[in-house]
């Protein structure tokens, strides 16, 4: 069975707790898709110098974030690890991918997972994102991914369209005007496949500087893209923006 590609705007980890229609989403989708094998995420919160994946099988719940009410570090999600996976990922991409046994799962993954698996029984392999490749790379290295949805692995790329913290007005969730249109922008973009444009957003005008300040959390998208097939169907979920970050999703089915 061919499983569902994803991307989803993560969002902040109060997501992981709070009763929202983020999470209720999210919860939605754990019960209607089909269950995985194992999951393999792509998170805007992982960058490191060369390709690597978490090898642990039990990987730990890192809190990677500041600032929040003490219950948000006693979360933890103890999902097993998939260790053959993560070491099949180098003969997958045909590149050499480092085993990381210590990393463990980031809130870019966790805090979804948590909602959409909350009995935490479905494997996960958190690959890193490669701070050496330029965008278009990331897409042609993604592109190896796509046999492992024949194989049960639900792959899932993890970060935001819109993501500028530095300009986030806290308490205040009305919309910046440049953050709505280039959602907008980038979900049109994704509609027609065109990836060409949405792999160099530096080109897609003022707006996009704006919203992706750096790039971290925008090439998750692409990782989803890049195993996307003719007999797809997209389907957007999530369409929001709060200040300068957007929850807008999308399923490959």
Known sequence: MKMPALFVGHGAPMNAVEDNEFARKWLALGRDLPRPKAILCVSGHWVEHGVCATSSAHPSTYHDFYGFPPDYYALRYPAPGDPALAARLSEVLATPVRQDGERGLDHGVWAVLCRMYPEADVPVVQLGLDADRPLSAHYELARHLDPLRDEGILVMGSGNIVHNLSMFRLGNAA??????????KVRALVAEDDVER????GALGDDARLSVPTA?????LLYALA?????DTLTFFNESVSSTVSMTSFLLQ
Do not use: C, I, Q
Not at 216 to 220: A, I, K, N, T
Not at 227 to 231: A, Q
């Open 175 to 184: 919309p910046a005007e440049w953050a709505v249109r280039f959602d907008a």
């Open 198 to 201: 949405l792999a160099n957003p």
């Open 216 to 220: 971290e959390h925008y090439v998750p």
């Open 227 to 231: 195993v996307r097939r003719p007999d």
